[in-house]
């Protein structure tokens, strides 16, 4: 067998064939609860590295996006390799109170997030800044418990953004706290594509 050349990618991800984009996979046991939250950097870069991961052990992943709305680097990069299934949930990041329109949207995206929880076709559901949504209003964390709770066997769950509900707290089996030590925003150094989105 010869030597790898580090320099040569071993995967290009436009060049895998169709069937094998989204292969079934298994998350063994029941399938957890993961909360991602805190005021530091990297919530939805930690769910999506575990995307990844489960897709490169065959899982099927579906990442909802409640506030997010621009394209993003993770979206671009889907596009191409075909990661996950993704649905957009939000109208953007709401300042100051929610409008009716963005209390609707939000639901609609919990009931699409509900539908695929208890389908059981994907073993890994991101529901990325949802925390934001209910401690927003948009949403109640009874709410998104239930949909949840009502989740096929095996299915794993994270719950990303800041301000996790203590519900959430309290029901999840993983809790992961970012905690700002330092931040380039501190210095005036804005989002940077590629890096923030």
Same mark, same amino acid.
């Given at each position: ?34 909360? #991602? ?49 993704? #649905? ?108 923030? #989105?």
């Amino acid at each position: 067998m010869g030597i790898l050349n580090p320099f040569v990618p071993l995967c290009l991800c436009a060049s895998v064939p169709d069937e094998t984009t989204a292969p079934a996979g298994h998350i063994p046991g029941p399938g957890l609860v993961q909360v #991602y939250t805190g005021n530091g950097k990297g919530k939805t870069t930690a769910a999506l590295g575990l995307a990844l991961r489960a897709w490169g052990r065959g899982v099927r992943v579906c990442l909802i996006q409640f506030f997010k709305t621009r394209e993003t680097g993770e979206l671009l990069a889907n596009r191409k390799c075909g990661l996950f299934d993704h #649905y957009s949930a939000g109208r953007g990041f709401v300042i100051g109170d929610p409008t009716v329109e963005d209390v609707a949207a939000a639901v609609r995206g919990l009931e699409t997030a509900a539908r695929i929880l208890s389908a059981g076709e994907h073993q890994l559901v991101i529901l990325d800044e949802i925390n934001n949504a209910v401690a927003k209003g948009l949403l109640s964390a009874a709410d998104v418990l239930a949909a949840v709770a009502g989740r096929h066997h095996g299915v794993e769950v994270v719950l990303t953004g800041r301000d996790a509900p203590s519900e959430f707290i309290q029901a999840a089996d993983l809790v992961t706290v970012m905690e700002p030590l330092k931040h380039p925003m501190d210095r005036g150094i804005g989002a940077r594509e590629g890096i923030e #989105y």
